[in-house]
């Protein structure tokens, strides 16, 4: 009637218990990623459509002429003193990032005609920003 107590019960138990823990964090460790996967796509398809859409804010800056936009008075009263082709060069150039062969397209230019008129114009505002043009 009596047994005798090797330990095998305790360790078989600890085996056992081992296991279901082992498995227990497997199926929660899948269950997590799942969820972080589907959190994930969820999101990225909501920004999707966030990044589509501009801002109202940004509307209303597209709308408006971009001399209502400039918030520096002194650029703003360089850029008035410009021609007006010496103002859009300079603002195709820098804005819209066209090369000097498609603004002397554009405009009836060499390519070192856009280029010289576009760095003439660069150096006609800094002047008036440095305050040396006294008109």
């Not at 819209?96 to 554009?106: I, N, P, R, S």
């Amino acid at each position: 009637m009596w047994q005798r107590n090797n330990g095998q019960a305790e360790d078989d138990l600890q085996f056992r218990f081992t296991a279901y823990l082992v498995s227990a964090v497997k199926r929660r460790r899948k269950d997590y990623l799942i969820q972080l996967y589907k959190r994930n796509s969820i999101e990225s398809a909501v920004e999707a459509v966030y990044e589509s859409e501009p801002s109202s804010e940004e509307v209303v800056l597209d709308r408006l002429p971009l001399m209502d936009v400039i918030e520096n008075g002194v650029l703003l009263e360089a850029l008035q003193k410009l021609n007006e082709r010496e103002r859009q060069i300079f603002l195709a150039r820098t804005l819209e990032e066209e090369d000097f062969e498609t603004l002397g397209l554009k405009f009836g230019l060499s390519y070192k005609g856009a280029a010289a008129l576009y760095y003439r114009t660069i150096q006609k505002i800094r002047k008036c920003i440095e305050g040396g043009d006294k008109k």
